[in-house]
């Protein structure tokens, strides 16, 4: 388990990708957000909301990354 939100965001990938059309475009991420207020202390799922560095033309500029992150009760 991770003890805090910056851990968390540690482990998370400095890219994200997707495929579009088949082809597979990779987005770099300029950071993470804890958008749920992450407790290790405390069973629930977390998001974390990925802030996007530049998206490749002629992808859209409206595009999100998010992960969730579950703590489950010991």
């Not at 990938?13 to 770099?28: D, H, I, L, N, Q």
């Not at 993470?32 to 033309?57: C, E, H, Q, R």
Request: cysteine-free.
């Amino acid at each position: 388990a991770y003890a805090d939100a910056t851990e968390v965001i540690a482990a998370l990938p400095e890219a994200v990708s997707a495929t579009v059309g088949g082809v597979k475009v990779s987005v770099p991420v300029t950071t993470w957000v804890d958008t749920d207020t992450y407790n290790a202390a405390a069973a629930a799922s977390y998001t974390f909301t990925a802030t996007l560095g530049s998206i490749p033309t002629p992808y859209t500029t409206s595009a999100t990354a998010t992960v969730e992150v579950v703590v489950s009760a010991s």
